[in-house]
């Protein structure tokens, strides 16, 4: 018996259990903290992503080479 065949009455005991053992308040404060983790997690990610494009496309827009710039 592994961990994959808990079943529908293991999950429903375990929930049980820990509601028990921690309390509802303490569960619903330990949920809404990772709930603000993860949304955290991706708005670095989305930060990240979008660093990336901006320097990316400051790369790209200047493509006059360095020896003709002082020409202008």
């Known amino acids: 018996m592994g961990i994959g065949n808990i079943g529908l009455p ?5 929930a ?4 028990v053992l921690f309390g509802r ?8 903290e990772v709930g603000k983790g993860i949304t955290a997690f991706k ?5 990240g992503g979008q660093e990336l494009e901006d320097q990316k496309a400051e790369e790209a827009k200047d ?3 360095s020896e003709d710039k002082d020409k202008v």
């Open 63 to 65: 493509v006059t080479p």
């Open 43 to 47: 708005k670095g990610v989305s930060e």
């Open 16 to 19: 049980v259990v820990v509601l």
């Open 10 to 14: 293991g999950l429903l005991l375990i």
């Open 25 to 32: 308040g303490k569960i619903s404060s330990l949920m809404g």
